[in-house]
Each structure stands twice: as C-alpha cells, then as structure tokens.
C-alpha cells in the first residue's frame, strides 16, 4: 500500500506568479484535504476533496483553487502569489469513512520572493 | 469559533513519562486525533479516540478524554530522545452525512527529551 506521495517538494515562486501542487492519495481513499502551514504554526484547512467534489472550504480567498481527478489524486492551485503564501502545504488522503483518519504527505515548500 | 490550545513547550527527560495538554472550544467533534511532526517533515497519525470515550490506550500511549471540559492529554510512557517532535491535537469530525472532515491544529507542543 502506497502511501500519500507530494510534489515538488520545493518552489520557489515570485510575487503575481501562480503555482501547482499536485497529492497523489493512498489506495482506496477517495478524499483529499489542503493545508497551509505557515512557520511556526499549526496547519489551517483550505479545502477538501471528497469524489471529485469541492466538499468544504476554510477561510481562503478564491486564488485558492483545487483539483481532484477520477483516480482520486488532487492539485492545489494558487494564483497571484503573496509573500504571505510562503508556507508548507500538506495534503491528506482519507477514506470518507468511519474515523476517516486522514493521513499526510510530506509537503510541499513554497517560498515567494 | 473553532480554536485548539495547548502549551508549547514540554521538556521531559529520557524514561519519564510526558504528558500533553489540549482544550478545545468545538463540541461536535467526534473524532480527536493526535499528530507528530518532525522537523521540515509531513504530519505522522499517532492514534485518535472517538468523543464517547473516556480513555484509549496504543502501546506506549494513552489518550485521555474529558468531553464535557473539552480537554485531551497524551500520555507517552518511557519517552525516548526519538519522540522529540512537535505534537498536535486535532479535533475533527470523521465522516457522518458527508460532512466535511476539517481538522482544527493549533500551534502544537513542541516536546524535548533530555537524554
């Protein structure tokens, strides 16, 4: 069983660019969760996927977009980067059911200059 | 609103037991996690307890659970200088009428062990 997989693993971006991050879920999951860690602090929601359905949203503004596909993998997009959009994203797969445990990949590094 | 609070700092030294402290303001959490980060490192699941229990116990860890003050602790015995990480406590949902299963961290304990 494979396990949630991120890439890149670094980006640097400048100010007004826009990004791409892509998650690829464990096996048999079928929903995936965004999160912005900002140094220092804990991870805040952005979204969740849950069968190719935007399926609740934090308190992100709309340059913040996501993906999911049909074989359950996920994007994050963010368009015109801020300096504030340095952070670790994390994604997590789960199973959409019962504890419905989520399970993080590694992260992926933006800094914005 | 939904706000998790633990302290930030815990310094244990290697064989003692540590304890860690969470509160939490969201009542319909179901489900209460508890994550480990590493440094520069993805969120590691520990173990989690549904909200009708009181205690669960995973090896070296117990998770107790008081609903009614919305407080949780981790209890890792015989702590090791590998347990030296962050800890976060996380309240969710799971997965009841699809609702969406946000996790609310807050800044996490940063927890030292001194060999």
């Known amino acids: 069983e494979t396990g949630v997989t991120q890439s890149p693993t670094h980006l640097i971006k400048t100010r007004g660019q826009q990004v791409t991050l892509r998650c690829s879920s464990q096996?048999?999951?079928?929903?995936v969760s965004w999160y912005q860690q900002a140094l220092g602090q804990g991870p805040q929601f952005i979204f969740q996927?849950?069968?190719?359905?935007?399926?609740g949203r934090g308190n992100f503004p709309p340059r913040f977009s996501g993906l999911q596909f049909p074989n359950y993998s996920s994007e994050l997009n963010v368009n015109a980067l801020e300096l504030d959009d340095s952070a670790l994203y994390l994604c997590?797969?789960?199973?959409?059911?019962?504890?419905?445990?989520?399970?993080f990949g590694p992260g992926t590094r933006l800094t914005v200059l | 609103g939904e706000d998790v609070e633990q302290s930030l700092f815990l310094s244990v030294r290697e064989g003692d037991s540590s304890v860690i402290n969470c509160t939490y303001t969201?009542?319909?959490?179901?489900?209460l996690y508890w994550y480990k980060q590493e440094p520069g490192a993805g969120l590691q699941l520990l173990t989690y307890i549904f909200s009708n229990m009181d205690m669960k116990q995973d090896q070296r860890l117990t998770v107790l659970l008081n609903k009614k003050d919305k407080h949780l602790s981790l209890r890792i015995a015989d702590t090791q200088t590998g347990d030296s990480a962050i800890y976060f406590c996380a309240p969710g949902r799971g997965n009841y009428g699809g609702a969406t299963n946000k996790l609310i961290f807050g800044t996490g304990t940063l927890l030292a062990v001194q060999p």
């Open positions: 096996s048999g999951h079928n929903t």
């Open positions: 996927y849950y069968r190719e359905e935007e399926n």
């Open positions: 997590a797969s789960s199973s959409g059911q019962g504890a419905n445990e989520q399970f």
């Open positions: 969201d009542s319909s959490s179901t489900y």
